[in-house]
T-cell receptor, first 115, second 116 residues
Framework: DTGVSQDPRHKITKRGQNVTFRCDPISEHNRLYWYRQTLGQGPEFLTYFQNEAQLEKSRLLSDRFSAERPKGSFSTLEIQRTEQGDSAMYLC?????????????FGPGTRLTVL | AQSVTQLGSHVSVSEGALVLLRCNYSSSVPPYLFWYVQYPNQGLQLLLKYTTGATLVKGINGFEAEFKKSETSFHLTKPSAHMSDAAEYFCAVRKNSGGSNYKLTFGKGTLLTVNP
């Protein structure tokens, strides 16, 4: 068990470009979450997948954001036409099927800088 | 709606001194409560959690927290700070039932510095 992994760890892009991040959850975890953390703030919930189904999207996830989990394993988060306000750490987390008390295991995050 | 308030964005202690990081929450239903630690440029690591049962919860690295329902608090303590404890600490809450009960709501964090 290697934990939750995210790729890339850092991404610098110019305003208006599209970016895509990948998250690989712990192998037996069927629940996957994306959070965004801006400087000086705690993480904020973006979206939640149970297997391949996206069950909730925060209003923070504008139309420029899209997340997928096509086979119920890894997930991608795409931001189109990036803006400077998108600069943040994007965190992925996963949790196992027996959900009740179980914690969410976080990956190391992808730090996005939009110039 | 749920919310978490962490009093003090920055706490500084001397090595060997008591660490006390404060967390108050607001929740419409009984919550699950968590403390996470984040080291620079890293993700979040769970320190401890309260779900049910004993209100004094012990976690990793010598940390503990006590759930006080009457005070809606879940303060984090450690008797003796170590240099390696320097990090940012986040308190989080999750509903234990009902819709969106998987969603963690975090406080803004408290940066702990430990002075030699």
């Amino acid at each position: 068990d290697t934990g939750v992994s995210q790729d890339p760890r850092h991404k610098i892009t110019k305003r208006g470009q599209n970016v895509t991040f990948r998250c690989d959850p712990i192998s037996e975890h069927n629940r996957l979450y994306w959070y965004r953390q801006t400087l000086g703030q705690g993480p904020e919930f973006l979206t939640y997948f149970q297997n391949e189904a996206q069950l909730e999207k925060s209003r923070l996830l504008s139309d420029r954001f899209s997340a997928e989990r096509p086979k119920g394993s890894f997930s991608t988060l795409e931001i189109q036409r990036t803006e400077q306000g998108d600069s943040a750490m994007y965190l992925c987390a996963s949790s196992p099927p027996a959900f009740s008390y179980n914690e969410q295991f976080f990956g190391p995050g992808t730090r996005l800088t939009v110039l | 709606a749920q919310s978490v308030t962490q009093l003090g964005s920055h706490v500084s202690v001397s090595e060997g001194a008591l660490v006390l990081l404060r967390c108050n929450y607001s929740s419409s239903v009984p919550p699950y409560l968590f403390w996470y630690v984040q080291y620079p440029n890293q993700g979040l690591q769970l320190l401890l959690k309260y779900t049910t049962g004993a209100t004094l919860v012990k976690g990793i690295n010598g940390f503990e927290a006590e759930f006080k329902k009457s005070e809606t608090s879940f303060h984090l303590t450690k008797p003796s700070a170590h240099m390696s404890d320097a990090a940012e600490y986040f308190c989080a809450v999750r509903k234990n039932s009902g819709g969106s009960n998987y969603k963690l709501t975090f406080g803004k964090g408290t940066l702990l510095t430990v002075n030699p």
